[in-house]
């Protein structure tokens, strides 16, 4: 029997597709049809082209939509305790900056973090991750960098790997040590960059935990110097880096992880052309994060226009974290790079599919339904595409399919 003759393990037929897979565009194929092998897509098109093929399961698709399995590519969603507290002092009057300053913000977290065992970090992250999947992501981002030192950092990055074994998810994981600096190591910032590069790293990319490498170019974060040391350590052990850039300010980090080939640069508020011009030279994704840009009341607005107009694929994703988007619905995400970033729906959907897909080095896995790409993609209540970033609330998400196995989300 050859290779074409195999019956299909599931065939959906009665939907309407929106492949992504063609740019600006929604790629629709109404009243598709599409087929599973071996938890990959191995037909899809016009129902009335459908060849005559068995398949072991036929599922009626009721005229619903299936897009692409959405792509969360930028998360802390394993993390110990919350910032409710941070939250009110902010209301009050205190700034983000000032928090962190005094030892709080990050560092809180760091404490919970350091505190949980492994199991109450898996825990006390399901509930946030099991959010994300109801609402059709199959594929997680997940960084460490709450831990900040060998230990707690490699308990974070054992979660994220337990969650990716246990639920119905693709996870990658992103080492991100060099996120704050310890107080362990206060005035010391260069010998910190020393332990990520010397000893955390080679550890944690030893035992499999890293996929790729992160690092906070900030003022309250490290300099361009130190992440540049960060980079080249994981260019050592051939491993990918991306950036937190230009969130609070312009420290040249977009440039930095660009020139470092960097997959994604993200938040980036504060880019200059100079960073969108190296990032489109590079095929670094511009990451937006709008969850935070809102939760700190951030004014300053993403060169949105520029980023265009260069070209550079736009990904769009929650940054779930405690202190600055304790957010774990990537459609509001969507939603809101809309309305406060003024993307269109149908950038917002593209920037949870393709193109976060390219921001996690996956693009010719996950990301678009194609033939032969990943079996994960997600059937939703929807009238057209452009819904998935206009409702606030409600999930329309009826089913999702990871890598050919089914799942429905109860809805
Ligand atoms: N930028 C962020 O928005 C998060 N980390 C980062 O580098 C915030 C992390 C936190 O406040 O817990
Ligand atoms: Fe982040």
Request: glycine letters at 10%; proline letters at 5%.
């Amino acid at each position: 029997m050859t290779e074409q003759l195999q019956p299909w393990d599931s065939l959906w037929v009665n939907v309407h597709l929106a492949t992504m897979s063609s740019a600006g565009g929604y790629g629709e194929i109404r009243d598709g049809a599409i087929a599973v092998r071996d938890g990959r897509i191995a037909w899809l098109g016009r129902r009335s082209d459908l060849p005559a093929h068995q398949a072991a399961t036929t599922h009626d698709g009721k005229g619903r939509w299936v897009t692409p399995g959405l792509i969360d590519c930028h998360t802390h969603v394993v993390y110990g305790g919350n910032r409710s507290d941070e939250f009110e002092a902010r209301l009050n009057g205190a700034s983000y900056e000032d928090i962190a300053r005094q030892g709080g913000g990050i560092m809180s977290t760091v404490r919970a973090t350091r505190e949980a065992s492994e199991d109450g970090l898996l825990e006390a992250s399901l509930p946030r991750v099991q959010n994300l999947l109801a609402e059709g992501v199959t594929t997680l981002e997940i960084k460490s960098g709450y831990g900040l030192n060998l230990d707690t950092e490699r308990k974070m990055l054992r979660v994220a790997r337990r969650i990716g074994e246990t639920m119905p998810v693709r996870v990658r994981t992103t080492f991100l040590g060099a996120h704050a600096l310890p107080p362990e190591y206060a005035e010391q910032a260069d010998r910190y960059i020393d332990l990520v590069c010397d000893t955390m790293l080679p550890a944690l990319a030893s035992e499999g935990l890293v996929d790729a490498v992160d690092a906070f170019c900030e003022r309250i974060g490290f300099s361009a110097a130190q992440t540049a040391r960060v980079f080249e350590a994981a260019r050592k052990h051939g491993l990918p880096v991306k950036l937190h850039a230009e969130q609070l300010s312009d420290q040249g980090g977009a440039a930095l992880v660009a020139q470092h080939g960097g997959l994604s640069a993200d938040h980036l508020e504060y880019l200059s052309p100079e960073g969108i011009a190296a990032m489109c030279k590079a095929g670094t994704v511009a990451v937006l994060l709008p969850g935070a840009f809102y939760f700190l009341r951030e004014t300053r607005l993403p060169p949105i226009a520029g980023l265009r107009e260069a070209g550079v694929p736009i990904a769009v994703s929650t940054d779930c974290n405690p202190g600055t988007s304790p957010m774990t619905s990537l459609l509001l995400a969507m939603n809101m790079a809309c309305t406060l970033f003024r993307l269109t729906p149908q950038e917002a959907l593209a920037g949870t599919t393709i193109h976060a897909a390219k921001a996690l080095g996956l693009a010719d896995v996950v990301g678009s339904l194609e033939v032969g790409k990943a079996a994960d993609f997600s059937v939703w209540e929807i009238e057209r595409p452009g819904e998935l970033a206009y409702a606030i609330g409600g999930n329309p998400c009826r089913c999702v399919v990871n890598g050919g196995n089914v799942r429905f989300t109860g809805h």
